[in-house]
């Protein structure tokens, strides 16, 4: 096995909510009240079917229960098992889908009172993403406020595919938020489903649709950068996770070109936009969409022009993961520290002084 270097920094482990009923000591009376009258304590509003292989490495899964919902297991598996100083959780829940804001909101707030109980309490080396619905963007923003006295919480989730485009003025209170408390934005694959997830439609298959996802972060980090956010929040900073990485050179030397060629239409963009992506912009490194040859993929990572974008992740418990490694076939090794370590504790500041 391919060891994390020492004191590594998981920055994107999934533990699993069981479903909404446990959800339910978690809410105020009047939404236990609605769940249980319209009959949805028993719904699931998971990410991924739970039987299907990429919900969870065979030798990850629990004998019962979802991949990720087993607190000791998780503990054994990941924390114990890469050795890892800390590691940043993502729960993964379909609060962003929800039409009623209010109850959207109800369940992000829920979602993070049951990660402080049932995780973050449970060990020291746990921080957690702040789940928030941007459905309300006012109320996604005052969660967040809300959570800043807990040190654990250390970033704010949203997903990739969602209403509009991320960097619409209506989001700006939760980056005007995230700033104030130094949290930087964390975009996860995933969706709304409320709008096909190709420019050509709706795909037939899973697999169009979670290749289709490297499209949708193209497209949210182009309007980061063009509606202004980094030059309205200049030390935002943005985290791509799962998004894969060895897209990133192609893509910004395109960026450049067309800027170069339109920027009187967006002035506030003054410097490239591969500059701007150097400088904000994060990318988690599994799933590694590494080349084939892995003599190719230090040339991709070169290619980015930057040591300080990529951080280290395992994607516990999901089957998107080289085998035992901790990194892809190739990774170089002089970026393993950097990655793993170095990269985690500059972008993330609350972790970095929690654990100094």
Not at 141 to 164: C, K
Not at 188 to 202: E, I, K
Not at 247 to 252: K, R, Y
Not at 334 to 339: C, K, S
Request: glycine share 6%.
């Amino acid at each position: 096995m391919q060891g994390v270097a020492p004191g590594g920094i998981d920055c994107d482990l999934h533990p699993a909510l069981p479903g909404t009923a446990a959800l339910m000591p978690y809410l105020d009376p009047y939404w236990r009240e609605q769940i249980t009258v319209r009959g949805i304590d028993g719904l699931d509003l998971a990410s991924f079917p739970p039987k299907i292989p990429a919900n969870g490495r065979a030798d990850w899964r629990p004998q019962h229960g979802k991949p990720g919902a087993d607190f000791e297991r998780l503990r054994h598996d990941a924390l114990d098992g890469f050795g890892l100083r800390a590691a940043i959780c993502n729960p993964l829940y379909g609060v962003q889908a929800v039409y009623n804001r209010h109850f959207a909101t109800a369940l992000a707030t829920a979602m993070n009172d049951w990660m402080v109980a049932e995780w973050l309490d449970r060990d020291p080396r746990l921080r957690a993403s702040v789940v928030i619905a941007p459905q309300d963007p006012a109320a996604a923003a005052a969660e967040i406020e809300r959570r800043a006295a807990d040190p654990r919480f250390v970033q704010v989730l949203l997903l990739a595919m969602g209403e509009a485009p991320l960097g619409r003025q209506e989001y700006w209170p939760i980056y005007a938020a995230a700033t104030r408390h130094r949290m930087p934005i964390g975009v996860h694959a995933g969706s709304t489903a409320r709008h096909a997830t190709t420019g050509n439609g709706w795909p037939s298959y899973y697999l169009e649709d979670y290749v289709a996802h490297a499209q949708a972060f193209q497209a949210q980090l182009l309007n980061l950068i063009h509606e202004g956010v980094f030059a309205k929040f200049p030390d935002l900073r943005v985290v791509l996770i799962e998004s894969g990485f060895t897209w990133v050179p192609n893509f910004m030397w395109r960026a450049n070109k067309t800027w170069r060629g339109v920027r009187a239409e967006v002035p506030w963009v003054d410097r490239p936009p591969a500059d701007l992506i150097r400088e904000h912009v994060r990318f988690t490194l599994q799933p590694a969409d590494a080349p084939p040859d892995p003599a190719d993929l230090a040339r991709a990572i070169d290619q980015i022009g930057s040591d300080d974008v990529l951080l280290f992740s395992t994607d516990y418990p999901h089957w998107q993961f080289d085998g035992t490694d901790a990194y892809p076939a190739g990774f170089p090794a002089a970026l393993r520290q950097r990655v793993a370590v170095d990269n985690p504790l500059a972008t993330y500041p609350r972790l970095r002084e929690t654990l100094a």
